[in-house]
């Protein structure tokens, strides 16, 4: 069983940074596939970026280059730096571990609005 804890949320001007945190439960979390979701009003859920036990990382089109996902196993807690925020990365961001198909667990989110 895994536990995710987001951080880091708030509200920012259009081209402002933010960094997401996620802390997770577990002494399995280093072989954990960690991901950061996003969803926006009347859309679905979307990957923003991924990273694996080993440190590959993967992002959605839309972040590349202005979105960073890192991930410290010593402190069980991956991140997501963000920068060059838009309007439309306005949304909920959730944390997200997987380790195959059946464990899979969520964190309960934390919201992003970019406004001026």
């Known amino acids: 069983q895994v536990q995710l804890v987001e951080s880091g949320g708030g509200l920012v001007q259009p081209g402002g940074s933010l960094r997401l945190s996620c802390a997770a439960s577990?002494?399995?979390?280093?072989?954990?596939?960690m991901g950061w979701y996003r969803q926006a009003p009347g859309k679905q859920r979307e990957l923003v970026a991924s990273i694996t036990s080993g440190g590959t990382t993967d992002y959605a089109d839309s972040v590349k280059g202005r979105f960073t996902i890192s991930r410290d196993n010593a402190k069980n807690a991956v991140y997501l730096q963000m920068n060059s925020l838009k309007p439309e990365d306005t949304a909920v961001y959730y944390c997200n571990a997987k380790f195959g198909n059946s464990h899979i667990y969520w964190g309960q989110g934390t919201q992003v609005t970019v406004s001026s």
């Open positions: 577990g002494t399995t979390f280093r072989f954990y596939l």
